[in-house]
Every structure is written in structure tokens, then in C-alpha cells.
């Protein structure tokens, strides 16, 4: 079986290290904050370019932190992007904020002209989702943000280490938001988050919120939450960060393979913008009958997966939402989206098969 995600793999060729981390953390005791994490949020900062970065529980508390840190009007609206996790939007309500969704563009990623269409007194607010692995089209976004006097958290969560026009994504916007979920490139072995600022304000009022409320060990301000990047986890990235581009080199050249040798012409291959660098953590496919493709692969030994199988707005949870977005390119395409494995685990011959078994098939 071609696997879409082999974490067992990726373990096997660090274990000496990872066990050694893990050890660590136990023989100090470091469980919660302390060196671990300290170097972590440090080294991780680094990486994206920012001063600052706060570990969190996972990214869906990052994006709710990182929202509550910008102290929005109530009730006041927030754009996200019609095609993602329901994390990124579910952020908005448990902030008591209005979700307005904007479609995408032909390469997934939110749609600019979208967005400005939907601006209106109330909005606050843009999250682009650097989706699949593609940064957003920021300077635009940020153009808009600029001229309309909207902040904006770019949701990195599929996006570690991309940049766009060189430089890196998670330091365009007022904050930006990590998710470190064992399958994403840079995964904890749990849940994890980070949330990054180049902000002082904003990351003391993230560490804050993120941390009872508290600005020293009993002096709780406000309320907050318990939502904490723990040492085992800190120190399990701290190691996985130093082969991060490695892996992302690995998965660019897979992307670059299936780019080149998919011909079948029924299957539409991702648009790639330029001036940017893609992290590919989905390759995503588009074909009519998907379910069948997918059955085709799966009895040919090939996973796949679906992301996702339901655009934002239609999902039940939205049943309430008034927006009406059934025109939009998000709502009618996520029937046909295929995730194709990709990942540091396959080798060159997986790839091919990949290739090979795409290419034979018809509708
Ligand atoms: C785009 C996006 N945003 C947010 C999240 C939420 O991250 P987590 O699962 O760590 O809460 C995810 C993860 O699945 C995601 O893909």
C-alpha cells in the first residue's frame, strides 16, 4: 500500500534523537514551559522570521487566541476563505464575532477580489489560509487590510516555512496562526500551536490568554484559557524543525514530478503561483467522478485523501448562515478536490505508481 501519511517512517529515521529529546524533557522534568519550549518558541520565531512566537495547545486555540488578542468590535465580521478546515472559521464565532465567507481563486487560495466585494462598516477582520501548502496572494490582502483598516491573521496552519515574493508567510499579517497536528509537515506527536507576532502587545496578550490570564505565576489579570505548548512536545519539534526543509525539498520535488508527468486530461492539476515557494502539504487534484478515482486507487494500493469533502458554507454547522455563497467556485468544486500521498516517506517508485495508475485511468 502507498501510504498518504507514514508518521511510523518518519519516526524510524529520527527515533535516536527524538528519543533523546523525550528523555530529556522527563530527566528535568520540563513538562510544562520551561527550557524546552523556551527554545523552541525561540528557534520557531526564527524561522518564520518574527520576533516573537507563543506555543499553544493546538491551532484551533491559536486561531481563537490570536483573534482574541486584537480586541475586535462584537459581533463585528470576519472574512475567511470558503475552502478550509472549519477550524479557521469556528475561531470567529467562539470569539462572538460574524463569519463572511469569500470565495477562492482557481489555486485555492482566498480570493482577493472576494474579499473586497464583501468589506463592509462592520467587517474587522481578514484570515487568509495559506491552503494546501500555497501562500495567499498577501500583497493584495494586505493592500486591502491597509486600505480598509482591517487586521489580519494569516491562518499558516498547512504553510510552514512558504514564502511569497521571498518572504516568509506568518510574518505579512497583525499575527499569524501554526498548527503542529501529528500529520502536518512540522507535527508534534499530539496537538500543538503556535502563534506568531512581530507585536510586543500582542504576543503578551496571546501568552496571556493562552495561559490563564496570568502575567506571573498568581497575578491572573483577566480570564484565559489552558491552552499550552508542553516541553515533550517543544522538544519533539525542536527536532523535527531542523529537517523541516528537507522534507519540504522532498515534497517539492514529488510536486514537481506529478506536475510534470500527470497527462491524463481529465485530472486538473494545482495552479501554481509564481514568485512564491510552495511547502506542498496537499497536492490537490480536481477530476469529476473523485469517489471513483479514489475507489480506482485505493484497490491499486494507492491512498488518497479529501480535503474537504464539504466547502465551509455548506456544512450543517452553517445551516444558520444567511450568506448565500452557492455561486462560489469553493462550494461547487469540493466534489471534485483529491489529496494525491505526498510526503517526505514515498520513494521514487511510489511516485510513479502514482503516475502510471493516473495516467491509465479513464472515466
Ligand atoms: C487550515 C487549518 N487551520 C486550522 C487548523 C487547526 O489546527 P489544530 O488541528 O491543530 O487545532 C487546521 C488543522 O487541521 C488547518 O488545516
Not at 25 to 41: H, P, Q, R, S
Not at 44 to 73: E, H, M, R
Request: hydrophobic residues 35%; negative net charge.
Amino acid at each position: 500500500m502507498i501510504k498518504f501519511l507514514d508518521l511510523k517512517k518518519q519516526y524510524e529515521n529520527i527515533k535516536d534523537e527524538i528519543n533523546l529529546a523525550i528523555q530529556n524533557v522527563i530527566n528535568d522534568t520540563a513538562f510544562v514551559g520551561g527550557k524546552y519550549l523556551e527554545k523552541f518558541e525561540n528557534n520557531f520565531a526564527t524561522y518564520c522570521d518574527t520576533k516573537y512566537c507563543i506555543g499553544v495547545g493546538n491551532g484551533t486555540d491559536a486561531l481563537q487566541i490570536a483573534l482574541w488578542s486584537l480586541d475586535l468590535p462584537k459581533n463585528s465580521e470576519v472574512i475567511v476563505p470558503a475552502n478550509s478546515f472549519i477550524a479557521t472559521s469556528e475561531a470567529v464565532t467562539l470569539n462572538g464575532l460574524k463569519i463572511v465567507f469569500a470565495d477562492c481563486k482557481e489555486d485555492y487560495t482566498i480570493c482577493p477580489k472576494s474579499i473586497k466585494s464583501l468589506i463592509t462598516k462592520n467587517t474587522s477582520c481578514i484570515i487568509p489560509v495559506h491552503l494546501y501548502g500555497q501562500p495567499c496572494d498577501m500583497q493584495e490582502i494586505m493592500g486591502i487590510a491597509k486600505e480598509y483598516d482591517l487586521k489580519v491573521i494569516e491562518d499558516s496552519a498547512q504553510a510552514h516555512g512558504a514564502t511569497y515574493k521571498g518572504q516568509k508567510i506568518g510574518s505579512f499579517g497583525d499575527l499569524a496562526t501554526f498548527s503542529f497536528y501529528p500529520g502536518k509537515n512540522l507535527g508534534a506527536y499530539g496537538d500543538g500551536g503556535a502563534i506568531v507576532t512581530n507585536n510586543q502587545e500582542l504576543e503578551q496578550k496571546c501568552r496571556m490568554y493562552a495561559n490563564h490570564g496570568r502575567s506571573s505565576k498568581f497575578a491572573h489579570e483577566v480570564e484565559g484559557l489552558n491552552s499550552r505548548l508542553d516541553g515533550i512536545q517543544a522538544a519533539i519539534l525542536n527536532v523535527k524543525l531542523n529537517y523541516l526543509d528537507l522534507w519540504i525539498k522532498r515534497r517539492n520535488e514529488i510536486a514537481n514530478y506529478y506536475l510534470e508527468n500527470i497527462t491524463n486530461k481529465d485530472i486538473i492539476l494545482p495552479t501554481i503561483k509564481s514568485d512564491i515557494t510552495h511547502v506542498y502539504h496537499l497536492f490537490v487534484i480536481r477530476v469529476k467522478n473523485r469517489d471513483e478515482l479514489k475507489q480506482y486507487l485505493q484497490d491499486n494500493g494507492i491512498q488518497s485523501g479529501i480535503h474537504y469533502p464539504v466547502a465551509l458554507p455548506k456544512l450543517e454547522a452553517y445551516n444558520y448562515h444567511t450568506q448565500n455563497c452557492n455561486d462560489f467556485f469553493s462550494c461547487k468544486v469540493d466534489s471534485e478536490l483529491l489529496s494525491l500521498p505526498i510526503g517526505e516517506h514515498l520513494e521514487n517508485d511510489e511516485i510513479e505508481k502514482v503516475v502510471s495508475f493516473i495516467n491509465k485511468y479513464s472515466l
